[in-house]
């Protein structure tokens, strides 16, 4: 209850975060919520049929989650999930940043967002992404308890472990925030010590959140009968990379605008800077060396190594964090500088608004992929039934290829940009051979008799399959033995 309060003592500053966090979801991602652009791995509409590879990647509390949510992914539900999720988010660290004017509001809201990460979420994997932005939150709440609370270090592994459970990449986000709070912190109070206090704080809550969610882990992975094939990973390569790849997301993004949103967000570190330097004699030596080396060392926080059994996303909600760092360095050390202020709002603005528009283009593309991939496949479907000898959910069926890698897989002119994004880099809502089978029985609903994982491995070395012609040909589907093989690519 008291942590409730001290959260949420600035009423209106709350009231900006809620509405301006509704504002740029609704703006940026409202045609996702309200239309199918479901590919790759969210085609399997029931997540309840990936709970053995929810628990072997490391999600081992997405199952319990989509327990209490529902299994089927319908956008509009997991949108309304994840605006607020983020909305109460954007909450937290308002507060915990101390932001209370409108226009830094604003800009932390849009940082949040209207992004490449959440477009990335929502765009790539819509089942899940309401599971993830819920991860983010719970990071948030595990650094309010860390920061704010007596023994917070304990409370706040609590939180952070069931972070860690639905997004594993929530580790990252708990510990920049963290650490981006602490930085703040020390320019304001000017105190090394609770500074390094802080740190501390932060270190034990991370090693307690990451044992308790190994622990949870290795049970769950123990009772689903499955084997342990989460590993410790990291994005980029070697330190130097690890250290790079968030930089070039916040100076880089991915939007409608790339060249001026460069120069923009140059300009927006430039200000951050200056705003440094001339705080630096009222700060001291001590204080000043310490928020330029924490400065340095935090796109290493926002690539933290993370247990997954999959690649680490190509961005992820810790870069933006980076964004947020700027807006709370201009906040705290140019309160007064109104043009200052004014001129990083601006720039804010126009590179949200170049966002906004890049997620729109992507979530059209998404759907465009979607209704490609109907069409297609329905002809497929087609094929196979006017082959003689075919019976519906009996006869085995082997698809060699796949829509993304056939003849029509052809880039739309002008959306060219748009694959810069890897969810949004194909041409067709199916990628690979596992997303074949759940988009024939979930999307299609369609009763084929897949043949195992082994044996369309085998086909696909089998001579007469390797000769066999790519569809639309008249040869392309054919029995193989028992088995009806169609050659999409």
């Given amino acids: 209850m008291k942590l409730t309060k001290k959260l949420f003592l600035d009423k209106s500053a709350v009231k900006y975060a809620a509405a301006f966090s509704l504002l740029f979801m609704f703006a940026a991602h409202a045609f996702c919520f309200f239309n199918l652009t479901y590919s790759s791995g969210s085609v399997m509409l029931s997540v309840s049929s990936g709970r053995g590879a929810q628990i072997a990647g490391g999600t081992v509390l997405q199952p319990l989650y989509f327990l209490l949510r529902g299994s089927i992914s319908s956008p509009l539900l997991v949108g309304m999930l994840?605006?607020?999720?983020?909305?109460?988010?954007?909450?937290?660290?308002?507060?915990?940043?101390?932001?209370?004017?409108?226009?830094?509001?604003?800009?932390?809201?849009?940082?949040?967002?209207?992004?490449?990460?959440?477009?990335s979420i929502c765009a790539g994997a819509l089942n899940t992404s309401d599971a993830v932005f819920l991860a983010m939150l719970l990071a948030a709440l595990a650094a309010a308890c860390c920061l704010r609370m007596p023994l917070g270090a304990l409370v706040g592994a609590v939180p952070l472990t069931a972070a860690l459970g639905l997004d594993p990449t929530a580790a990252s986000f708990f510990a920049a925030l963290t650490f981006i709070v602490l930085l703040g912190d020390l320019m304001t109070a000017q105190s090394p010590k609770a500074f390094l206090r802080g740190l501390g704080a932060l270190l034990l809550t991370l090693v307690l959140g990451t044992v308790l969610y190994a622990l949870c882990d290795l049970l769950m992975l123990h009772r689903s009968g499955l084997d342990q094939q989460a590993a410790l990973q990291t994005a980029g390569t070697g330190l130097v990379g690890i250290w790079l790849v968030?930089?070039?997301?916040?100076?880089?993004?991915?939007?409608?605008?790339?060249?001026?949103?460069?120069?923009?967000?140059?300009?927006?570190?430039?200000?951050?800077?200056?705003?440094?330097?001339?705080?630096?004699?009222?700060?001291?030596?001590?204080?000043?060396?310490?928020?330029?080396?924490?400065?340095?060392?935090?796109?290493?926080?926002?690539?933290?190594?993370?247990?997954?059994?999959?690649?680490?996303?190509?961005?992820?909600?810790?870069?933006?964090?980076?964004?947020?760092?700027l807006i709370t360095l201009l906040a705290r050390l140019a309160p007064d500088k109104v043009r200052t202020q004014k001129l990083a709002a601006g720039a804010f603005g126009v590179v949200f608004l170049?966002?906004?528009?890049?997620?729109?283009?992507?979530?059209?593309?998404?759907?465009?992929?979607?209704?490609?991939?109907?069409?297609?496949?329905?002809?497929?479907?087609?094929?196979?039934?006017?082959?003689?000898?075919?019976?519906?959910?009996?006869?085995?069926?082997?698809?060699?290829?796949?829509?993304?890698?056939?003849?029509?897989?052809v880039e739309r002119k002008g959306f060219e940009h748009l694959s810069a994004l890897d969810a949004s880099s194909g041409n067709y809502a199916v990628s690979t051979d596992e997303d074949m089978i759940w988009y024939i029985w979930d999307v299609l609903g369609y009763p084929l008799n897949f043949v195992s994982s082994f044996e369309l491995e085998q086909l696909k070395d089998n001579e007469a399959v390797r000769a066999l012609p790519a569809f639309p040909d008249e040869d392309c589907c054919t029995f193989i033995g028992e088995t009806l093989v169609i050659r999409l690519s």
Avoid: W
């Fill in 82 to 119: 994840s605006t607020l999720y983020l909305m109460l988010t954007n909450m937290v660290l308002v507060r915990l940043l101390n932001l209370r004017r409108p226009l830094p509001i604003l800009a932390l809201c849009g940082a949040m967002t209207a992004n490449a990460a959440v477009t």
């Fill in 246 to 325: 968030p930089i070039r997301a916040l100076l880089a993004p991915l939007t409608a605008y790339a060249s001026l949103s460069v120069v923009l967000h140059a300009l927006l570190a430039l200000l951050a800077a200056l705003a440094f330097a001339a705080s630096v004699r009222s700060l001291g030596a001590s204080c000043a060396i310490l928020a330029v080396l924490g400065a340095l060392a935090l796109p290493l926080v926002c690539n933290l190594p993370i247990f997954s059994a999959y690649a680490v996303p190509q961005i992820t909600m810790a870069y933006c964090l980076l964004d947020v760092f």
């Fill in 354 to 409: 170049g966002s906004i528009v890049f997620s729109n283009q992507v979530y059209l593309k998404k759907n465009l992929e979607f209704e490609s991939t109907l069409s297609l496949m329905s002809r497929v479907i087609q094929r196979i039934e006017e082959t003689e000898g075919y019976h519906p959910g009996y006869t085995p069926v082997a698809v060699i290829g796949t829509p993304e890698d056939s003849l029509f897989s």
